[in-house]
C-alpha cells in the first residue's frame, strides 16, 4: 500500500522538475525566456519594477519544490531527494550563463531563477540528507 502524502510528494517534485525542463526547452513565448544573451539582458532591464513573465514557472517549481519537502517530512525517500536536486540542478546551469554580464545583475533579473534553483537545490540535498540519515533504534525497557 502506498502512502498518499508521498505520491503527492513525487508528484510534486515530478511537475517541478517538468517546468525546469520546460524552462530550457519549453515554449519560449509562454515562459518569457528568450533564446540569446542580447534578449535575456534586455527583457531583465525591462522588468525592474517587479518580477517578470519568466519568473512565473520558477516560482511554482519554488511552491512545488517547498510542497513536496514539507509533504515528505518523516518519509525516507531517494526520488522525491533526486527529483528536487535535479530540478534545482537544471535552474542553476541554465541560468548561471546570464550572470557573466554585469549589467544583467539586477534583481528581478536571472539573479532570481539562480536563487530559486539554488533553493530547490538545497530543498533536495537536505531531503536526501534525512533520507540516508539512521535513526536509532531504542532498546526496550525492561
Known sequence: MTDTRLVIALVSAGIALALAIFGIAGDNQITGLQTGMQVHVGLA???LGGLSASHIPGLIALA???TAFVVSWRHR???VAGLLIAAGIIYTVHLAPFLGDHS???FPGPIVGLLFGHVILGLGVAKGI???ATTPVQRPKV
Do not use: D, E, Q
Open 64 to 66: 512545488l519544490a517547498v
Open 104 to 106: 544583467v545583475i539586477s
Open 77 to 79: 525517500s531517494y526520488l
Open 45 to 47: 532591464a525591462s522588468h
Open 130 to 132: 534525512g533520507s540516508s
